[in-house]
């Protein structure tokens, strides 16, 4: 199934979600927070969302929510952008896609 793959790399940031997962939610905020409005897939509204989890898996991924694109490029749930951030690596792969300008 290609479906993830594309979705993921038709738009900067992208989070594969539930719409009852609160690590989902606590991601976005992050994201916002940082000037970037990732596009948002809620699998659990998708028809083919069964598909899009077991293909989430497949991928990589050790749990199917939040999964996190950057770029196209699978970065992982909540646990990795968290590490990201937490090293200073987050920001510098999110500035091409920042809407917001952060001041320092």
């Known amino acids: 199934m290609d479906k993830v793959t594309i979705l993921a790399s038709e738009k900067g940031v992208v989070l594969f979600s ?3 997962c609160c690590l989902c939610y606590a991601v976005t905020v992050l994201f ?4 970037v409005t990732p596009t948002v897939y809620e699998i ?5 969302g069964r598909e ?4 989430l898996m497949r991928l990589g ?7 996190i694109f950057i770029g196209g ?8 952008v968290m590490s990201l ?3 200073g690596g ?3 792969l999110l500035k091409p896609y920042q809407t917001v300008k952060l001041s320092n």
């Open 18 to 20: 539930k719409s009852s």
């Open 32 to 35: 916002q927070e940082l000037g």
């Open 44 to 48: 659990d509204q998708d028809p083919e």
């Open 52 to 55: 899009i989890e077991k293909e």
């Open 61 to 67: 991924c050790t749990v199917p929510v939040p999964a």
């Open 73 to 80: 490029r699978l970065i992982g749930s909540m646990n990795e």
């Open 85 to 87: 951030h937490l090293t």
């Open 90 to 92: 987050l920001v510098p």
